[in-house]
């Protein structure tokens, strides 16, 4: 029995090296274009909309924030919203003002009100309010999250998509 080596150099005249042609990686750089060509917009749109969602969690975080530092000092705490700026800011347990801007893209459509006072046991002294967050995400769709707090301080949120 006899064993042959495969020699690919005896059959073609060249080395056997290891890589791509300049052809296969010209094939698979079109593919790539084509997939981000169609697929670019709604990595974009979800971004958008991902933005006002992740607003609206950060202000329910806040407002819970907010309501624990009453609770916890034994003080009155005070939530302001400044529609016309996109911030808001509260006092922390040790004094500290925190202030957050709204990202780009983001705005508040209205507080109402725009301070939110917290009492010693957790209920809102300024009784129910609602906050709502608008982001357009495309040309013909908005999202729109509206936070509504109840007088014991329970927040909850509401999603609707809207034309901007």
């Known amino acids: 029995m006899t064993i042959r080596k495969h020699e690919p150099e005896a059959r073609t ?16 750089l079109a593919i790539m274009a084509i997939f981000i060509t169609f697929a670019g917009p709604a990595f974009t ?15 329910s975080v806040a407002i819970r924030a907010v309501r ?14 400044n529609t016309t700026a996109g911030t808001y800011s509260w006092t922390d347990a ?10 780009v893209g983001v705005a508040f459509v209205s507080a109402n009100p725009s301070t939110i006072t917290f009492v010693t046991n957790g209920t809102v002294s300024t009784g129910s309010a609602s906050i ?20 014991v301080g329970q927040v909850t949120s509401t999603f609707a998509m809207v034309t901007p």
């Open 68 to 81: 624990q530092v009453a609770v916890s000092t034994r003080t009155p705490s005070n939530l302001l919203v």
């Open 94 to 103: 040790k004094g500290k003002t925190r202030t957050w801007d709204l990202p």
């Open 132 to 151: 709502v967050l608008q982001g357009t995400v495309n040309g013909s769709r908005a999202d729109r999250w509206t936070l509504n707090l109840n007088t």
């Open 45 to 59: 749109e979800s971004y958008r909309a991902y933005k006002v969602r992740s607003a609206t969690q950060e202000l």
């Open 13 to 28: 005249g060249r080395t056997a090296e290891a890589g791509f042609s300049i052809v296969e990686m010209l094939v698979v």
